[in-house]
């Protein structure tokens, strides 16, 4: 079986006019569904680069990158574009979340754009809806949303960042049942805030990871008696 993503020596360069610097170096990592990955580590170490990398939104200059067993090394753009449409969910930039409208009311309209039709929406909208909880946070809508394009893999770069730590609380939780059948990955500087939730702990310094570690999340049995 591959992995969902599986990166080989994996290097990504910025270039300007005549300086190159990096954006992370020589990453070798294999993903899987079911995993809740958290990417951690200091500011300027290569996280949100890495996690675009993974999510198709930049390019890499080195390596191998394998999307569900897909050699990705001849991808032009629409390649990307295609790949990013059905695998990934990127809860907190790729939504258009509509924040006037109530989560099924986002949930809806993003099954609308995605072409599902229409008696098949009905049926569904409940059960995403009820992943969530039917919080109203804005965040909380944008992974419903997120859930809707049904994406094995789900992306967030920072998805607590200026939320109370309740809120913060709720979103790790929704982060961690959903990830029983899909790969999640975040990014965060605030490793103790996603600690009890994650499967998987990878910390990166200097653009290159340095630490990359399985965990027994503490929240593991809570959320499996539903
Ligand atoms: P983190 O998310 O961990 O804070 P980044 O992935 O944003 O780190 O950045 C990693 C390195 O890549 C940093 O040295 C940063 O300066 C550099 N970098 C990131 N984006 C760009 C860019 N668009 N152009 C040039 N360098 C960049
Ligand atoms: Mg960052």
Same mark, same amino acid.
């Given at each position: ?60 200059? #080195?390596?191998?990158?394998? =999307? ?8 032009? /753009?629409?390649? %990307? +574009? ?90 790790? #939780?929704?982060?961690?049942? =959903? ?8 990014? /965060?500087?605030? %490793? +103790? ?34």
């Amino acid at each position: 079986m591959s992995h969902m993503i599986e990166l080989h020596n994996v290097s990504k360069f910025y270039s300007n006019k005549d300086t190159v610097s990096t954006g992370f170096s020589k990453v070798d990592l294999n993903l899987d569904m079911g995993e809740f990955v958290v990417i951690t580590g200091e500011s300027g170490s290569g996280k949100s680069t890495l996690l675009n990398v993974i999510s198709g939104l930049d390019s890499y200059e #080195e390596g191998e990158l394998f =999307i569900a067993g897909e050699d990705t090394s001849g991808y032009r /753009t629409e390649d %990307y +574009e295609r790949y990013r449409k059905k695998y990934i969910g990127n809860i907190f930039q790729d939504f258009n979340l509509v924040n006037s409208y109530t989560v099924y009311q986002n949930v809806e309209l993003s099954m609308m754009l995605s072409g599902m039709p229409r008696s098949e929406q009905k049926q569904n909208i409940p059960e995403y809806i009820e992943m969530v909880d039917m919080t109203a946070y804005t965040k909380t809508k944008a992974i419903a949303r997120a859930l809707a394009k049904n994406a094995p893999v789900i992306v967030a770069d920072e998805p607590t960042g200026n939320l109370d730590s309740a809120s913060a609380e709720k979103v790790m #939780e929704t982060l961690h049942r =959903i990830s029983k059948d899909r790969l999640v990955v975040i990014v /965060t500087h605030n %490793y +103790e805030q996603a600690a009890p939730y994650v499967t998987r702990k990878i910390t990166m310094h200097d653009g290159r990871i340095i630490e990359d570690k399985k965990i027994q999340p503490a929240a593991g049995d809570l959320s499996d008696d539903e």
